[in-house]
């Protein structure tokens, strides 16, 4: 050791790119120690060798590799144990770039339907002024493709303050413990009776009540994910609190007997703008589908 150049903290701080309070660190958790000791002046001073030791910390903090893999490297410095650990190392990235992308779609994926919202709440907004009818008014058919869904189903009696609120919790909770990836709002299907929601006037109707979210990508050891099946319907759109949407299924159930459409007695709402993104219930907005007699939501 003699003959092997020595650095002070300072100068290898400088040297290596790396903080003092970096260095000080590492040698209190004997990780990288100053191999040389003054005892004059009680310094301590770093050998040569030791500046490829401390870039190799350097580089593998980095990569983001937990510093107590960093301080086994340092003790089984080969190429193999190398090897193995970045491969490790190339797979945590690999998912993290991955969930990194999954929660940017998502995030887009919201971005995109406010922005479609807010257009559909500034034209009800400007037909209210101009006492014209309302987007509610307007019907049209769609036809929906068959997806994957997770879902939770209650048969029982129902309460809109307690029921619905629940399953989506359960909802929630399914989609969290098995990992599951979503696109778009929360749904509900009324498979027996939608009306019956409106008819809680003692706080409590019976009601088939499902609960669900679309799936980017099914799961087949998910007992609540299933294919749903594509579907016709009477589409339309109510803007305000959802216990205001019975005069939306009166003016939908008229239209589709004018147009000589029969109804299955099933619906869906989707709810894109509603509780959980805003505390004005003036600007929840609802999309309402009444499937075709003929096609089934169950």
């Given at each position: 050791m003699e003959n092997d150049r020595i650095y002070s903290v300072g100068h290898i701080a400088q040297l290596c790119s790396i903080s003092v309070k970096q260095l000080r660190y590492l040698d209190v958790k004997e990780i990288i120690i100053p191999a040389v000791r003054d005892e004059n002046n009680k310094y301590r001073y770093y050998t040569e060798k030791q500046i490829e030791e401390i870039l190799l910390v350097r580089e593998m903090k980095q990569l983001g590799i937990p510093l107590q893999?960093?301080?086994?490297?340092?003790?089984?410095?080969?190429?193999?144990?190398?090897?193995?650990?970045?491969?490790?190392?190339?797979v945590k990235a690999r998912e993290e770039v991955e969930r990194a992308m999954a929660n940017y779609d998502k995030t887009l994926e919201m971005v995109m339907r406010f922005i479609a919202s807010k257009d559909l709440l500034s034209a009800a907004e400007a037909k209210t002024q101009?006492?014209?009818?309302?987007?509610?008014?307007?019907?049209?058919?769609?036809?929906?493709?068959?997806?994957?869904?997770?879902?939770?189903r209650y048969q029982g009696l129902y309460s809109a303050n307690k029921t619905f609120i629940a399953r989506r919790a359960e909802l929630y909770g399914i989609i969290e413990k098995y990992g599951l990836e979503t696109s778009g709002p929360n749904m509900a299907i009324f498979h027996d009776g939608y009306m019956n929601q409106f008819h809680d006037t003692l706080g409590e109707c019976r009601i088939d009540l499902e609960v669900c979210m679309v799936l980017k990508r099914m799961d087949p050891h998910c007992p609540h994910c299933y294919t749903q099946k594509g579907f016709c319907a009477v589409a339309g759109v109510h803007i305000g609190h959802y216990r205001h949407l019975q005069p939306l299924y009166q003016a939908m159930e008229k239209w589709a007997k004018e147009q000589d459409l029969h109804l299955s007695g099933d619906s869906l709402e989707e709810y894109v703008i509603g509780a959980t993104h805003t505390s004005d219930e003036a600007a929840y907005l609802t999309r309402v589908f009444m499937p075709l007699a003929g096609f089934s939501l169950g």
């Open positions: 893999r960093i301080a086994y490297l340092l003790h089984n410095r080969n190429v193999e144990t190398l090897r193995q650990e970045l491969n490790q190392r190339l101009k006492n014209e009818p309302t987007a509610d008014n307007e019907f049209h058919l769609v036809e929906v493709k068959s997806r994957g869904v997770v879902a939770t």
